[in-house]
């Protein structure tokens, strides 16, 4: 069974830096792909990032293209996300999930995800 420790969340910001970051266990498979997602109370599920082990392959979604960083240890099966000039339309709920690839629309291929860290952006 895939399990995720996350961690980074909390109160940051407007204009600062968010700092995330998964361990993720369970699987055993040489190639997979991992990333975040976040959801918003009465929003969307948007798409944070996607990296995959195989080759490296990121894909950021559109809501932070621009503003966000994400790699992998793959010794460590972790993944980080580095998200900067926050908004306050960045407050969500962020989780660590794995995705069934890392491809341009990979927000439609969230296999399993974690229970997520709150983040919330205000002065």
């Known amino acids: 069974q895939v399990q995720f420790v996350e961690s980074g969340g909390g109160l940051v910001q407007p204009g600062g830096s968010l700092n995330l970051s998964c361990a993720a266990s369970g699987f055993t498979d040489y190639y997979y792909t991992l990333g975040w997602f976040r959801q918003a109370p009465g929003k969307e599920r948007e798409g944070v990032s996607c990296?995959?082990?195989?080759?490296?392959?990121?894909n950021y979604g559109d809501s932070v293209k621009g503003r966000v960083i994400t790699s992998l240890d793959k010794s460590k099966k972790t993944v980080y996300l580095q998200l900067d000039s926050l908004l306050p339309g960045d407050t969500a709920v962020y989780y660590c999930?794995?995705?069934?690839?890392?491809?341009?629309?990979?927000?439609?291929?969230?296999?399993?995800w974690g229970q997520g860290t709150e983040v919330t952006v205000s002065s």
């Open positions: 999930a794995t995705y069934f690839g890392c491809w341009t629309d990979f927000e439609d291929y969230i296999d399993k």
């Open positions: 990296i995959s082990s195989s080759d490296g392959t990121i």
